[in-house]
């Protein structure tokens, strides 16, 4: 397995304002996922972070409003911009990994509320 | 357009008794399953995954089963205990190497003593 740490776990952010995630993981790995979960929602994925090359985004996000940073094989960083109140959820780093290279796992979130 | 759909938002049982979680999927291209739990405050955490060569995956208390001509999944938990209280996802995703992974809502299970 890996160990995903993320920073911060929790904020309170004002409307209109930036706020960036990091994400640290114990091992090299070569894709790195940011999630998101909405409050009663499922878990969307909203990018994939490779390493020495842009993210890749899934529909309905943006470069402009969540970008991303690889700059090596164990960290990442997700930018929430311009926040609005319907950005307030739960955002998480995920890497594939485990014995058979299968396997997503899960940092412990961050947990943004914009007012 | 949910592609992957936990109908049940929550579950109890009393302790000791069988949970069983279900799990059902709309995209027949989905070959590769996974279920994680999720306290509150905490990430997902990975429990059991399923491929579709099997229709049954067992791991300890914990057991997948697949029913590909329904693209239906449960898991099943023997015997109940008040820590697996918790919300259940289910995901599914296209060969078990592509990673990226479609999530049902989940549902939440109480367990209770």
């Known amino acids: 397995s890996a160990v995903i740490s993320q920073k911060p776990s929790r904020d309170i952010c004002q409307r209109g304002t930036s706020l960036t995630i990091q994400c640290q993981v114990d091992s090299q790995v070569t894709m790195m996922f940011w999630y998101r979960q909405q409050p009663g929602q499922s878990l969307t994925l909203i990018a994939t972070?490779?390493?020495?090359?842009?993210?890749?985004?899934e529909s309905g996000f943006v470069i402009d409003k969540f970008p991303i940073s690889r700059p090596n094989l164990t960290f990442s960083t997700l930018t929430v911009s311009n926040m609005s109140p319907e950005d307030s959820s739960i955002y998480l780093c995920s890497v594939r990994a485990g014995s058979s290279g299968n396997t997503i796992y899960f940092g412990e979130g961050s947990w943004l509320t914009v007012v | 357009d949910q592609q992957v759909k936990q109908n049940s938002p929550s579950l109890s049982v009393q302790e000791g008794r069988i949970s069983i979680l279900n799990c059902d999927y709309t995209?027949?291209?989905?070959?590769?399953f996974l279920w994680y739990k999720k306290y509150p405050a905490e990430g997902p955490t990975f429990l059991i995954s399923?491929?579709?060569?099997?229709d049954k995956n067992e791991d300890g208390r914990f057991t997948v089963f697949l029913n590909k001509s329904a693209k239906h999944l449960s898991l099943h938990i023997v015997p109940s205990q008040p820590g697996d209280s918790a919300v259940y996802f289910c995901a599914a995703s296209v060969g078990s190497g592509y990673s990226t992974l479609t999530f049902g809502k989940g549902t939440m299970l109480l367990v209770s003593p």
């Open positions: 972070a490779n390493q020495g090359s842009e993210a890749t985004y």
């Open positions: 399923i491929s579709s060569i099997k």
């Open positions: 995209n027949s291209m989905f070959d590769y």
